[in-house]
């Protein structure tokens, strides 16, 4: 399973646009890119998917360049609610069923 | 709709006892996961399983054991408790087996061993 890095923290006001990039240099040619976020004492959530191009869905957005070595998750106007922890994940059929969850990022969102 | 559904939520064990954590999803899903997320960690897979009746160990199995008899239930055991197991545990499962395949989680069982 390809690797991930992805910062520690960010933190942003409400109503702003938070763009968290996670580097995956070693992703392979099947490997999907999958983000979660987890609140506080809950379990992580689904929140999008993609392989190449853009994706979006009425959560989030995901950028992800031709290299695919990279990509970008953006959280259009953030709202106090946003807070939470991101993890970004790669993986494909063929890595069977273990998700690769590093520390993720934690972003805080303020008034 | 429940999703997957854990319990206890909270447990507190002493050291050397035995308790049993009950998964519950109602997505007809085959395939489940017993996960631990440590302070600052992501989550380690402890065991999974494909389907009915099959369990297979993950990345940290040492001092677990799972069952599967039903399709709809993954149970976790830990025989004989030790601190180095206070983590909160969580539960998944999912349509499909790939590691792109979306998981879909519990909230959590948030287990102290003194």
């Known amino acids: 399973l390809a690797k991930t890095t992805q910062p520690i923290s960010m933190d942003s006001y409400e109503g702003q646009e938070v763009n968290i990039t996670c580097s995956h240099n070693n992703i392979a040619t099947n490997d999907y890119i999958t983000w979660y976020q987890q609140f506080p004492s809950q379990g992580p959530r689904f929140i999008i998917q993609?392989?190449?191009t853009k994706v979006t869905n009425e959560v989030a957005s995901l950028f992800i360049p031709a290299d695919r070595k990279s990509s970008t998750l953006s959280l259009p106007r953030v709202s106090l609610s946003d807070t939470a922890v991101y993890y970004c994940l790669v993986g494909s059929t063929d890595s069977w069923g273990k998700l690769q969850f590093g520390a993720g990022t934690q972003v805080v969102v303020t008034p | 709709n429940a999703g997957v559904t854990q319990t206890p939520k909270f447990r507190v064990l002493k050291t050397g006892q035995s308790m049993t954590l009950l998964c519950a999803q109602d997505?007809?899903?085959?395939?489940m996961y017993w996960y631990r997320q440590d302070p600052g960690m992501g989550l380690r897979l402890i065991h999974y399983s494909v389907g009915e009746g099959t369990t297979a160990k993950g990345e940290v199995p040492d001092g677990y054991n799972v069952s599967r008899l039903k399709k709809q239930n993954f149970l976790l055991g830990l025989e004989s408790a030790a601190p180095s197991q206070t983590s909160v545990y969580f539960c998944?499962?999912?349509?499909?087996?790939?590691?792109?395949?979306?998981?879909?989680f519990g909230d959590g069982t948030r287990l102290s061993i003194l």
């Open positions: 998944a499962s999912s349509y499909l087996g790939g590691s792109n395949q979306p998981q879909h």
């Open positions: 997505m007809n899903h085959e395939y």
């Open positions: 993609g392989y190449k």
